[in-house]
């Protein structure tokens, strides 16, 4: 299995507000919510994912987390949490159209 980076980028979001969806969506980033975060507590917390192939080099991913950050700061969303997580395990194999 090639090692991958995973990266999220979790913010406060109103689960009606759609607005936040589509900047970083339209930069190939997937848009989810959960109801209770097992680090970041209690409540819906919003999240923009992406996986990054491994060549790409850490600081170049880490400026595309970053920079989506900085758009939902702009938006007005509060980003609670920037994470890149190098993934050199998982069951699941990933299709190679979810990598950047």
Same mark, same amino acid.
């Given at each position: 299995? /090639?090692?991958?980076? +995973?990266?999220?980028?979790?913010?406060? #979001?109103? @689960? +009606?507000?759609?607005?936040?969806?589509?900047?970083?969506?339209?930069?190939?980033?997937?848009?989810?919510?959960?109801?209770?975060?097992?680090? $970041?507590?209690?409540?819906? /917390?919003?999240?923009?994912?992406?996986?990054?192939?491994?060549?790409?080099?850490?600081?170049?991913?880490?400026?595309?987390?970053?920079?989506? #950050?900085?758009? $939902?700061? @702009?938006?007005?969303? +509060?980003?609670?949490?920037? /994470?890149?997580?190098? @993934? @050199?395990?998982?069951?699941?194999?990933?299709?190679? +159209?979810?990598?950047?």
């Amino acid at each position: 299995m /090639k090692q991958y980076y +995973e990266c999220h980028v979790t913010f406060m #979001a109103s @689960v +009606e507000d759609d607005s936040c969806r589509m900047g970083p969506a339209l930069m190939g980033w997937k848009f989810s919510q959960i109801d209770g975060d097992p680090v $970041l507590g209690a409540g819906v /917390k919003s999240y923009f994912t992406r996986q990054f192939k491994e060549s790409i080099p850490l600081d170049s991913v880490r400026a595309e987390v970053d920079q989506v #950050a900085e758009v $939902l700061i @702009v938006e007005g969303y +509060e980003v609670l949490r920037r /994470k890149v997580e190098l @993934v @050199v395990y998982d069951s699941k194999q990933l299709p190679d +159209e979810l990598f950047a």
